[in-house]
């Protein structure tokens, strides 16, 4: 999932669990998607702008959720991953959002963990809600590469977040902004990034759902059904 050369030289690198959020509201007839531009301190995809996301962290497979990932949801990711790994993974996108933009995808509830992961949910006396989140796509970055990723890519509209707060850039996004969807790929984004806009057009309502991974087999990639 990076515009990096393959490299032959590269010892073979199991690609580590993340997910992305895709973030989107409607206005009439547009639909916006909010993205950023990765901090040019990165080594990986410095400058190119993304949705918020990263790599699964111990913690998010114990995170304090409001309520579950939907059950259509997890039979999908059940594919791939066991229900717990693929908690975390939609967690993993809900506390990669807070984190990089400040928004919350959460619900009022009682936050008992302490880990710092969480901090900003306790702060706000609310809780992770995987409920509204739906899965887009998988994209797993080729051998070959020096970073590999299974990122698993999950959207819901922003009436899902818990208040109305405008985004706010970090460390790691920077150019936090709401994007026309009609106007996204005029962005500098990198390859997986356009695949996955592909993705969103293609099961925002009311086109059916049916999620996509891309992958490569035998050196090339392909997109095939979950």
Known sequence: MS????RKDVKPIRPRLAAS???TRREGNRVDV??????????FMPNKYVFPGGRVDRADSTAPLARDLDGRVLDLMARALDPRRARAAAAAAIRETAEETGLLIAREAPVRSRHANWSPFRQAGAAPDLASLKLITRAITPPGRTRRF??????????????????????ELEDVQWVPLAESRDLDLPIVTHFVLDELKRVLPPAPEHPRCMRAVRGKMIVEPM
Request: net charge negative; glycine share 2%; aromatic share 8%.
């Open 21 to 23: 959020l895709i973030l």
């Open 150 to 171: 299974d990122t698993w890519f999950f959207t819901t509209d922003a009436s899902a977040l818990l208040d109305d707060r405008a985004p706010q850039p970090s460390s």
């Open 34 to 43: 909010l993205m950023g531009r990765r901090s040019s301190k990165h080594v």
């Open 3 to 6: 515009d990096e050369l393959h």
